[in-house]
């Protein structure tokens, strides 16, 4: 669709599983985009995202083992890969680049 | 605010059915953590609206779930293009769910609900001796409850008693009682809400008498008093301590609800006449439950081989046949039990008729759905070459189908939350039933709308996905092409349209043809002029036939009373009699009347032939009669009746004995009997019978003499209590139900017929734009409108005419069953059936007319151009 670029909500949750190091599941990653944009967010728009970060190689997912917390019901963890971090970053670069650009003009 | 341990039902449900593979679990599993945390943090409202929002997003987000919810929005889209005919495809499903949804719920309240007791599935009624019912004497009872050891048997005898809140009071209606044994509360689940249940040692000889009342009654008559509980009520001027209110999740094998429960150890002092001790022959109702793990027919061999050693039994010693085997018979639900083949049967039929009026709902969207395909070939076309499956189209078809069918279900769910209090009235219910609408009802609704729905666009699917792909692009033609075979489905559509409706239309005008003539006819005798006076004797000592005399000889004597009669109930009474005679061979049941002399007179019948029952025959109770004038009709066509006589085929002592016909009596209906003729046979009065007979009082204006003949009799003897009420009341229920019925049938009629004419005119205006091009042709080369509009006509008629021809004839086949709720007028009634099919022409021929004079304006220049 976008090629390997991410969009709006892809690089939120993309973020979201960077921040919740080392590994993270579905249910924190909805609340920390949910907190972080102040918007409800459904798991299924979450899953999505999920899948196509996996499908551009940003993350990767494996299923963890069943737990006592859930009533044994077993989780899949993400984790963000080696590109996943080098695209965080960049992206990073990227909107500095340009509000290093807006701090100038204004105070001009 | 409690913490849910997991999702609620219906979402794990939901998230079953969503195309997850194998994800499903952690999916799931992510989704009821969420639930569970937000509902402790925000409460249930917001977490369930969340999650109602994660499942929707989780279907969308699965490619397939994405495509169902594409083709519904592209359905919306094409309703909203096209409002009309899809409308009324749902108009017609709406109404037509909406009326088999309260036809449902009120079968289920009557008949499938199980009773209200506890482990219903396990209580049996006892069915022995004369095989009909599960009436035993007393001391069989009591023998019987003793020995047996699988199933634990219980008693209740049912009653009337007038209830009185103070010693002074008595309420004017007489109050439906049970007399229970002691331990038929416990055995069934009848425990109490407030105060205490009857108990096994209420039952005792010399017991302090007690009695609890059902939570209904003590909300209506004690104004749900707690203070009343451990206080005197009366019940027949008998006081008796209150001590329980009974939960009102029981109500015991019954149909009525019973608002008193007493035990037998207070009959003598409530109803008195009747005892029961070990060796009494006093007969009452035996239910049994069954023991953990025993089987009903294990259960019956023990209470057969009991039954057969009773005292009471015959046995081989006699020379007679063994005692019948004890039958038993599930009392789980109204429908169970012995008569279950019968119940099912009449909720079969009502079910019939409804399901009648949903397939002709459904063939009507149906045929507006098949229009609707025909018009979207073009659209399909593009769709299949594009590279769409037929398979994806179909689905498409199906789903709009589906969606079309909740639309309608959900509309016509609303519409029984109002027609089911009106259904109700239809039929006679016991105004305490409790119809509503349980979950059941629910699922049947949503089952019978989406079966709905996928029936009405299975023809249209078909013939839409199979269109031919390369037809359809190369055609020109801007309507898309009507082709033989969708004209063919569309035609049979409303030939079975019409076929149905014509069914209806004549069944409605024989029932409103019956309330006709029974209203004018009437129950031909002078109601408004009787008063029934009913006397109930005191327990003491009494001559009731001293205090007969005295008391007719009284109440003669009133001011303005006419005449007096007894009879041995009142017309419209609850003592239904019925007795078997053979005439030429053939055994016909007849409705008796037991009455002395005056009976005739006072009710106003006329004796055509013959004469009345004289004194000495009714003294010497003759082995005499007087028929009803169409009993001698059918009976004795063309011969004087005078003088034969009637081979009575049983009596209750199974005897055989014949009467002699010394009358014929005009014809009146005087008992709760829905035959086509009256069928009645009036016999002198038994006065050797245990209770006292009704005096039967004419007079003018009968109620003002009512007082007068009260006073009057209290004055022979204080002790007994007189009740009088109006005859009239009782008929005019009676024909209101006639009368009822004759509505519904209308209303139902009126549904089939809209829809059948709503098919014709659909099919005639869909047919009659897509012929607008041949037409303008014919009027080039000089047809004239009225050469156009017979065409037309004519054809669009015909496969009206086709169905109606199938709908006379089912109709005439379909009499017999239609003859129960038909008095006075045959199943084959002529005008009944001219009107209806008159109805059904005119209404077809009118829904015609339009279209095809609306084709005649087609002005032939254009159509030719377009060439």
């Known amino acids: 669709m976008k090629g390997d670029r991410l969009g709006e909500f892809e690089e939120f949750t993309l973020l979201a599983v960077c921040a919740l190091k080392p590994q993270t599941y579905g249910v924190p990653v909805q609340q920390f985009v949910e907190n972080a944009t102040k918007r409800n967010v459904t798991m299924g728009a979450v899953y999505a995202a999920l899948t196509r970060l996996e499908d551009k190689g940003y993350v990767r997912s494996v299923m963890g083992e069943a737990t006592q917390v859930r009533g044994g019901k077993r989780k899949r963890h993400y984790e963000a890969t080696a590109d996943g971090m080098r695209m965080v970053k960049e992206l990073r670069q990227v909107r500095e680049r340009i509000w290093s650009a807006i701090e100038a003009v204004r105070k001009a | 605010m409690a913490r849910p341990s997991r999702l609620p039902r219906f979402a794990a449900m939901l998230l079953r059915f969503t195309p997850l593979g194998d994800r499903r679990a952690d999916v799931t599993a992510d989704i009821s953590e969420l639930f569970i945390d937000r509902h402790e943090r925000y409460g249930a409202m917001y977490a369930h609206r969340r999650l109602l929002a994660d499942i929707a997003s989780v279907w969308q987000g699965t490619s397939r779930g994405g495509s169902v919810l594409q083709d519904l929005r592209f359905g919306i889209r094409l309703v909203r293009r096209h409002p009309g005919p899809i409308a009324i495809a749902i108009g017609g499903l709406a109404l037509a769910i909406g009326m088999v949804t309260s036809m449902f719920s009120l079968v289920d309240a009557t008949l499938l609900r199980p009773f209200k007791m506890t482990d219903p599935s396990t209580v049996v009624t006892v069915i022995g001796r004369d095989h009909h019912w599960s009436i035993w004497s007393y001391a069989d009872f009591v023998k019987l409850r003793e020995q047996a050891t699988l199933t634990r048997l219980e008693a209740a005898d049912n009653a009337h008693v007038r209830f009185g809140a103070a010693a002074d009071q008595d309420s004017a209606d007489a109050i439906a009682l049970q007399f229970v044994s002691g331990g038929y509360m416990q055995m069934l689940g009848g425990h109490a809400a407030l105060g205490r249940s009857l108990e096994p040692s209420d039952d005792l000889v010399g017991a302090a008498p007690v009695a609890v009342v059902s939570r209904a009654f003590w909300t209506a008559h004690l104004g749900s008093d707690t203070a009343a509980i451990g206080q005197r009520i009366w019940l027949n001027g008998a006081p008796v301590t209150l001590v329980g209110v009974i939960d009102e999740r029981f109500g015991g094998p019954v149909k009525r609800p019973v608002p008193i429960w007493t035990t037998f150890a207070n009959h003598d002092e409530i109803a008195g006449g009747r005892e029961f001790t070990s060796t009494s022959r006093s007969l009452v109702e035996v239910v049994g439950r069954l023991a953990p793990g025993v089987s009903m027919s ?186 033989p075979r969708s004209a063919r489905l569309r035609t049979s559509f409303v030939a079975f349209q019409a076929g149905v409706s014509v069914l209806m239309l004549i069944a409605a005008a024989l029932l409103t043809r019956t309330a006709f003539v029974m209203t004018s006819r009437g129950p031909g005798f002078d109601v408004d002029k009787v008063l029934a006076v009913s006397i109930e004797s005191p327990r003491a000592p009494f001559d009731r036939q001293a205090f007969v005399r005295s008391a007719s000889d009284a109440v003669r004597a009133v001011p303005t009373v006419e005449t007096m009669s007894l009879a041995q109930d009142a017309p419209f009474g609850f003592t239904v009699e019925m007795a078997r005679f053979g005439i030429n061979d053939r055994a016909h049941a007849l409705y008796v009347t037991r009455s002395d002399s005056n009976y005739f007179k006072t009710l106003g019948l006329h004796v055509v032939r013959g004469r009345a029952l004289t004194d000495s025959e009714i003294a010497a109770e003759m082995p005499v009669a007087l028929i009803g004038e169409s009993v001698a009709r059918e009976f004795f066509p063309n011969q004087d009746p005078i003088g034969r006589s009637l081979d009575r085929v049983t009596s209750e002592s199974g005897a055989e004995q014949s009467v002699t016909i010394v009358g014929v009596v005009s014809d009146a209906v005087t008992t709760r009997v829905r035959t086509a003729n009256y069928g009645q046979i009036y016999r002198p009065l038994n006065s050797t019978r245990a209770d006292a007979p009704v005096m039967l009082v004419r007079a003018a204006r009968p109620l003002l003499v009512a007082r007068a003949i009260e006073k009057r009799l209290l004055a022979i003897d204080p002790r007994v209590r007189v009740t009088s009420a109006l005859v009239g009341r009782e008929v005019e229920a009676y024909f209101e139900g006639t009368r009822f019925r004759a509505i519904l049938a209308i209303a139902i009629a009126a549904v089939a017929f809209l829809l059948a004419i709503l098919g014709v005119y659909g099919v005639t205006a869909f047919v009659v734009s897509q012929r607008s091009h041949e037409v303008g042709v014919r009027i080039a080369v000089g047809a004239t409108a009225a050469n156009i509009i017979t065409m037309l006509v004519r054809q669009s008629l015909r496969p009206v005419l086709l169905g109606l021809a199938c709908g006379v004839f089912a109709a005439l086949l379909a009499g017999q069953l239609l003859a129960v709720f038909l008095a006075g007028i045959s199943p084959y009634d002529p005008i009944a059936i001219t009107s209806g099919t008159a109805a059904l022409v005119a209404g077809a021929v009118i829904a015609v007319l339009g279209p095809a004079r609306r084709a005649t304006r087609v002005d032939p220049t254009t159509v030719l151009k377009e060439i």
């Open chain 2, 298 to 483: 294990t259960a019956q061999d023990e209470l057969s081989s009991l039954a057969g050693m009773l005292p009471t039994a015959t046995g081989p010693a006699n020379g007679a046949p063994a005692a019948p085997p004890v039958r038993l018979f599930s009392a789980r639900s109204p429908s169970s039990g012995q008569d279950a083949v019968d119940n099912y049967a009449s909720a079969a039929a009502i079910l019939a008729v409804g399901g009648l009026v949903l397939v002709l709902a459904c063939a009507n969207a149906a045929n507006l759905l098949l229009a609707g395909a025909v018009t979207r070939t073009r659209e399909i076309g593009v769709r299949l070459a594009l590279g769409a499956t037929r398979w994806r189209l179909m689905r498409q078809l199906l789903s709009e189908g589906l969606l079309l069918g909740l639309v309608a279900g959900g509309l016509g769910f609303l519409m029984s939350l109002w027609l089911m209090p009106l259904l109700a009235r239809l039929i006679p219910l016991p105004a305490d039933l409790d119809v509503v609408l349980d979950s059941r009802v629910l699922v049947f609704t949503t089952g019978i709308a989406m079966l709905c729905g996928l029936g009405a666009s299975i023809a249209p699917a078909r013939y839409g996905a199979g269109g031919p792909l390369t037809s359809v692009m190369n055609s020109q033609n801007r309507q898309g092409d009507a082709t």
